[in-house]
């Protein structure tokens, strides 16, 4: 009898332990099975996938994917976290957003889980003499306050620390940050402003609210515009790095000038990614802050990502900044803002502003994700993924000041055609749905009643382009909208399958989602003559269009097709067009909507 230890851990102890290389040895079998004959590393590398910045994540990660040291939470390169208890203490802030005045909307936020509030003055938000009105009712020292108002953020912050002066906030309680970010206002709307009086601004916090920042470094302008992590984070370095010199010149010192910056990033669905993102950013700015001779940790605020943000199905949002909204807490952000689900709509209601403030509750108190400091921390994947990351990152930081710096970059145009590039690659998978996009191109719903919205006010433009994911497809949809107003129905197309449910269902099925993302529906009762269609799709087997393809499509057009796809790959006679997985569906579905007469 073999007497296994006693570690309570005992089941499968007598196996030998597998090795990498037998790991690989089954990879070749399953592959050589699919007709790729590789072996060894190569067969791994089969399965890896390749990101945007160059990125490639592996099937598989062991001890040997060795990192950089990421240190310990609340010491350099803060990899780990700014804070030594991370955010054990309380959870991160829940900073809700407000671009509008609404009655009880603000303190709804806070008697019910927001801790800060981020609200937009003058262009694009709420009037800059609406900014009494918008924080009557509040604390003022318990609530920290962050602006966000551009061009105006001189007047808007002169206004705040008025009424903290007139409600008798003493100056050490004061929280928050007066939002002034000249270049992230160039980035939006192509103007350039003066930098002196945010020095000033900086200046007298520094001076006289130790508690409150002056300065946001805010990144999201070059994550609208379709920029990559590795060119968010390039771009928010080139901006701190240009405010502290500006700071400095201005005769603050370094810790002084790094101490008045806050910087804003996007969480993505993508969570592993967003994870790395804000590990990878702490260190960058750890080394810039070393090298400055001002050593300290990024202060973070994190918020779900416009860009992601569907129009259709917009229900599906709420998972979207769910996993966001996981990603930024166990990356270490130090605020989160849940964007409310119907955020690309229009001026969210109070429903979707609850949604938005217990999706962090949830989350910190009743899933406790903040009780651990670094959740991800010791993963080898997420170790790998956060030094990728920041390699990539740092050298476009680098190419930014070897072109003269952020402002010179944003004026030359070249920041423009980096993040150009980057979204037209990124839109080429849209299109073909590798990257899919749940509600939109991937399983819409074409019944769905739409939700509408008062119109959100308008925000600044003439600089950087903003973009969504959905914006090729929602084209598309606006298009079949129109028709359905117009007429009464929608386009149609008629799936005609062969075979038995066996044979076509799962053709049928893509067929319809393929369609349905372009706002076309299909029709699968009845016959072609009753289907009010004049496009049809064969669906079924291999197998079975080689015996009946050709004689099928010739019996749709004597029925009046005028068009015939295929479900599938081939070459029929008699067929039009071919869709199947990785075709681009937005060449398909906009060449069918010009056929069919719906513009």
């Given at each position: 009898?073999?007497?296994?230890?006693?570690?309570?851990?005992?089941?499968?102890?007598?196996?030998?332990?597998?090795?990498?290389?037998?790991?690989?040895?089954?990879?070749?079998?399953?592959?050589?099975?699919?007709?790729?004959?590789?072996?060894?590393?190569?067969?791994?590398?089969?399965?890896?996938?390749?990101?945007?910045?160059?990125?490639r994540t592996r099937p598989l990660y062991t001890a040997r994917d060795a990192a950089p040291d990421p240190g310990l939470p609340g010491f350099a390169p803060y990899v780990r976290g700014g804070r030594p208890e991370g955010n054990t203490a309380g959870g991160w802030d829940v900073r809700q957003r407000h671009t509008a005045l609404s009655e009880h909307a603000v303190l709804a936020d806070l008697e019910n889980g927001g801790t800060s509030l981020w609200l937009v003055l003058g262009e694009g938000g709420i009037p800059l003499d609406g900014l009494g009105r918008a924080l009557e009712g509040v604390y003022l020292d318990l609530a920290p306050v962050v602006l966000d108002a551009g061009r105006d953020t001189e007047q808007a912050a002169e206004a705040l620390l008025r009424l903290y002066d007139g409600k008798g906030v003493d100056a050490a309680a004061v929280r928050g940050n007066l939002g002034g970010d000249p270049l992230g206002h160039e980035a939006r709307t192509g103007t350039a402003l003066d930098f002196a009086p945010y020095a000033a601004l900086a200046a007298r916090c520094a001076e006289q609210y130790p508690g409150l920042r002056a300065l946001t470094v805010d990144a999201l302008p070059y994550h609208e515009a379709g920029g990559s992590a590795a060119q968010e984070l390039g771009a928010s370095l080139a901006t701190g790095v240009a405010y502290l010199r500006e700071l400095t010149e201005a005769g603050l010192g370094v810790e002084q000038a790094a101490g008045q910056l806050e910087f804003r990033y996007a969480a993505t669905a993508d969570q592993f990614l967003t994870i790395a993102k804000l590990r990878a950013a702490r260190r960058l700015w750890a080394r810039v802050a070393e090298v400055c001779g001002a050593p300290g940790a990024q202060v973070q605020h994190v918020v779900t990502s416009p860009v992601m943000m569907a129009r259709r199905d917009p229900w599906v949002n709420m998972l979207r900044t769910t996993v966001a909204t996981l990603a930024a807490g166990v990356g270490g952000a130090d605020s989160v803002t849940v964007l409310p689900f119907d955020h690309a709509l229009g001026l969210p209601d109070a429903f979707a502003r609850r949604i938005a403030r217990n999706t962090s509750t949830i989350l910190i108190e009743e899933s406790h994700l903040a009780r651990v400091i670094?959740?991800?921390?010791?993963?080898?994947?997420?170790?790998?993924?956060?030094?990728?990351?920041?390699?990539?990152?740092?050298?476009?930081?680098?190419?930014?000041?070897?072109?003269?710096?952020?402002?010179?970059?944003?004026?030359?145009?070249?920041?423009?055609?980096?993040?150009?590039?980057?979204?037209?690659?990124?839109?080429?998978?849209?299109?073909?749905?590798?990257?899919?996009?749940?509600?939109?191109?991937?399983?819409?719903?074409?019944?769905?009643?739409?939700?509408?919205?008062?119109?959100?006010?308008?925000?600044?433009?003439?600089?950087?382009?903003?973009?969504?994911?959905?914006?090729?497809?929602?084209?598309?949809?606006?298009?079949?909208?129109?028709?359905?107003?117009a007429t009464g129905a929608r386009p149609r197309i008629f799936l005609a399958t062969i075979g038995s449910a066996a044979a076509y269902t799962a053709r049928a099925t893509f067929a319809a989602n393929l369609f349905q993302a372009g706002g076309?529906?299909?029709?699968?009762?009845?016959?072609?003559?009753?289907?009010?269609?004049?496009?049809?799709?064969?669906?079924?087997?291999?197998?079975?269009?080689?015996?009946?393809?050709e004689q099928a499509a010739e019996s749709l057009r004597a029925a009046g097709a005028r068009h015939v796809f295929l479900a599938g790959r081939g070459e029929y006679a008699g067929i039009d067009s071919y869709v199947f997985a990785g075709c681009d569906a937005i060449d398909v579905l906009s060449a069918t909507l010009d056929r069919m007469g719906v513009s």
């Open positions: 009898m073999t007497v296994l230890p006693d570690d309570g851990l005992s089941l499968a102890a007598e196996f030998p332990d597998a090795t990498h290389e037998q790991w690989q040895r089954l990879v070749e079998g399953v592959l050589r099975k699919s007709g790729k004959e590789v072996s060894g590393a190569a067969a791994e590398d089969a399965l890896s996938t390749t990101l945007e910045d160059g990125l670094d959740p991800a921390g010791g993963s080898w994947y997420v170790e790998q993924l956060t030094d990728q990351l920041a390699q990539a990152a740092w050298e476009f930081f680098r190419t930014i000041e070897r072109d003269g710096g952020q402002a010179a970059v944003l004026r030359s145009g070249r920041l423009r055609t980096d993040l150009a590039t980057t979204w037209a690659e990124r839109s080429k998978k849209l299109a073909k749905r590798r990257e899919p996009i749940t509600g939109v191109s991937e399983f819409p719903l074409l019944a769905e009643k739409p939700v509408d919205r008062e119109p959100a006010p308008e925000p600044p433009s003439g600089g950087l382009p903003r973009v969504r994911r959905d914006e090729a497809y929602e084209e598309l949809r606006a298009r079949s909208d129109a028709h359905l107003a076309i529906e299909p029709v699968t009762d009845g016959t072609f003559e009753d289907s009010g269609a004049t496009e049809a799709v064969l669906c079924s087997s291999d197998a079975l269009y080689a015996e009946q393809a």
